[in-house]
């Protein structure tokens, strides 16, 4: 039971393909995996056409066996959660009533279930004492607890999250995405996660693709792509990998000679 | 779903959940009681007048007609509360049609002219007033009107046609809308320019905007009007409250916003158009209705989209009693003195209310 993504193509309109042949196959339930590359190769827009943001010119996707084409648009948005990148909040709404409103787009009543949902969402981020404050009130950081706590009281198949932990302090970053991995695990999501951070990728994700160049260059588990010599390449640094202390890899990296000025 | 190294997840006694019931229960009471307040505005704008008449014979009238004798029934019946309820119907209007205009174009300064609805009105009103030429042959009496709604309607239609186009973003479309204000505003001048002193005055007056042409039969449309897309509002409060997050947001969470903005775009053309065409252009309700509803209950539109049309009601009604009560025997432009009176009660609410209100 997983995702697949199988030759997807993809260019926006009047501009070259951003996509062309990428796949990625077998995204299992229950694992997280850290889509990674430079800034601009399409990681958000591989998700938004995951998410039916957007449609593909060519390829399929198929969750659980199932064209994710042929779902209709109510089937797919209850199937899959797409956290964008973090945008200001601005809304005259409180923390609670935002993080509500994931559960409750399609409309009815706010039910008990509803209710309890955010409740515990909000205390596993440790947010709870923010749930009466309106969200533009709210520092950088703590908006994006918000729209993770968005991303909990959903109970999607697939969770896309871009960029979930870009506003945060190191404590923070290491509790996100020890929730998301524990989350992924016990609901049995295919959780995808872009992530600028290769050391907090490599702890937080089973699995890494790295994109470039219109496609999956490098695809497999944390320390095998980044020792992969595409990884280096494809960043224009030398990458370096070590076991810390608690078991976790260290990544090191340094500018390749005659890259330390930027040039575009 | 514990954090690993931190405790596990505990309830506390004061829930947030029940604070969220203390609080969507404080915002219910509070329309309810602007919907009581909005009651006794009506009863004292029926009251004033060039003879004022005491508040419990008025509401008696209402309640039982021909409880308080012929001449009061007449007064309050035929003369007084079309122009009262007018007011209140045409304030719920235009708030609402302002409400759902912040909400889709994200900004709070937009108001149901934004887009330039209000400018082809006059102009069409002006037209059929200074040349006779209207969109609506054999309109008779109904020509002015006729003209000011269809004009409206029309240029509303073009910003849909516009909204179909691709790659269409907020910011073009409302550019679009401005540039279509100018343009009317423009024509209008045109007109005016061109116009004899008799017609010159009747647009200006025109344009003042005037409670004065009600009628059961207007009345009966409004109250229609409001009835059919004030319940449509509420019904996709959930999607427009999610657009508060951001196009792509709401449209990830399963909104279809293309769709939701021309839905709600066609509710405030009819509203406004409407409003428009039977009592001229009164400005000021569209945008500050729909904030004096946010500073109260937030943007949940659960509350936001009632509280707005009960603000803009309120409002005007009040501006209704004091365009008779200023001066004795002389009734004022209504768009004159909803601006006069509403900017200072409103730079007081907002001086005043803080946010915590609606939290």
Not at chain 1, 51 to 74: I, N, Q
Not at chain 2, 55 to 62: E, G, H, K, S
Not at chain 2, 133 to 154: D, E, H
Request: aromatic share 6%; hydrophobic share 50%; charged share 15%.
């Amino acid at each position: 039971m997983s995702l697949s993504i199988e030759s997807i193509g993809f260019a926006y309109r009047g501009r070259g393909d951003v996509f062309d042949g990428l796949s990625a196959l077998g995204l299992e339930r229950g694992t997280v995996t850290a889509v990674v590359g430079p800034n601009g190769v399409g990681k958000s827009t591989l998700f938004r056409l995951v998410a039916g943001l957007l449609r593909p010119r060519a390829g399929t996707m198929r969750l659980d066996g199932a064209d994710l084409a042929g779902m209709s648009s109510r089937q797919r948005h209850d199937a899959i959660f797409f956290l964008s990148q973090h945008v200001a909040m601005r809304a005259a709404l409180c923390v609670f009533d935002y993080v509500l409103l994931a559960r409750k787009a399609h409309g009815g009543r706010a039910t008990r279930e509803d209710l309890r949902a955010v409740e515990e969402a909000l205390g596993t981020l440790h947010i709870d004492h923010l749930s009466e404050v309106p969200v533009s009130d709210l520092s950088g950081g703590q908006q994006q607890l918000v729209s993770v706590a968005q991303a909990l009281v959903r109970a999607p198949s697939v969770l896309l999250l871009d960029e979930p932990t870009s506003a945060l302090d190191l404590r923070r970053q290491l509790q996100v995405t020890n929730v998301i991995r524990e989350t992924t695990r016990r609901r049995g999501q295919v959780t995808l996660v872009a992530l600028h951070d290769l050391a907090l990728a490599s702890r937080c994700a089973d699995r890494f693709l790295l994109i470039d160049r219109k496609t999956v260059v490098a695809d497999g588990r944390p320390r095998d792509v980044l020792s992969h010599p595409a990884a280096s390449d494809v960043y224009g640094v030398d990458i370096t990998l070590e076991q810390g202390a608690t078991g976790n890899l260290l990544v090191d990296t340094m500018l390749r000679a005659g890259t330390e000025r930027i040039t575009a | 779903m514990a954090l690993s190294d931190t405790p596990a997840f505990e309830p506390p006694a004061d829930t947030a959940s029940e604070r969220y019931r203390r609080r969507v229960l404080r915002k219910l009471l509070l329309a309810v009681g602007a919907l009581a307040l909005l009651t006794l505005a009506l009863v004292v704008d029926v009251s004033v007048g060039p003879g004022n008449f005491p508040l419990m014979d008025v509401a008696r009238v209402i309640l039982e007609p021909g409880s308080m004798g012929p001449k009061l029934d007449v007064i309050v019946w035929d003369v007084r509360l079309p122009v009262a309820v007018m007011a209140i119907l045409i304030g719920a209007m235009l708030g609402t049609a302002g409400a759902q205009m912040q909400t889709i174009l994200g900004n709070p300064l937009a108001d149901p002219f934004t887009l330039g609805i209000s400018s082809a009105a006059s102009f069409g009103a002006a037209l059929a007033i200074a040349t006779g030429v209207s969109l609506v042959p054999f309109a008779g009496a109904f020509l002015v009107t006729a003209n000011a709604f269809l004009f409206a309607l029309a240029t509303s239609a073009i910003l849909f046609l516009f909204t179909r186009l691709r790659g269409v973003t907020v910011e073009t479309f409302v550019l679009v809308g401005i540039a279509l204000f100018f343009t009317f505003n423009a024509l209008l001048a045109f007109i005016q320019f061109h116009s004899s002193e008799t017609q010159l005055q009747q647009i200006i007056f025109w344009m003042m905007g005037s409670l004065s042409r009600a009628t059961w039969t207007k009345l009966g449309i409004c109250a229609g009007l409001l009835g059919v897309i004030l319940p449509f509002c509420l019904h996709r409060s959930w999607m427009l409250t999610a657009l508060t997050m951001g196009d792509e947001r709401a449209a990830a969470l399963g909104v279809r916003v293309a769709r939701l903005r021309l839905e709600m775009l066609v509710c405030i053309s009819l509203l406004a158009s409407t409003a428009v065409a039977f009592v001229g252009t009164i400005g000021f309700i569209g945008l500050v209705g729909p904030h004096i509803a946010r500073l109260l209950v937030g943007e949940d539109q659960r509350y936001f989209v009632p509280v707005a049309a009960i603000a803009g009601g309120l409002i005007l009604s009040v501006a209704s009693t004091l365009s008779k009560g200023i001066t004795p025997g002389i009734i004022y432009p209504i768009g004159i003195i909803t601006a006069l009176v509403g900017v200072p009660f409103f730079l007081s609410l907002v001086m005043s209310i803080r946010r915590e209100r609606w939290q």
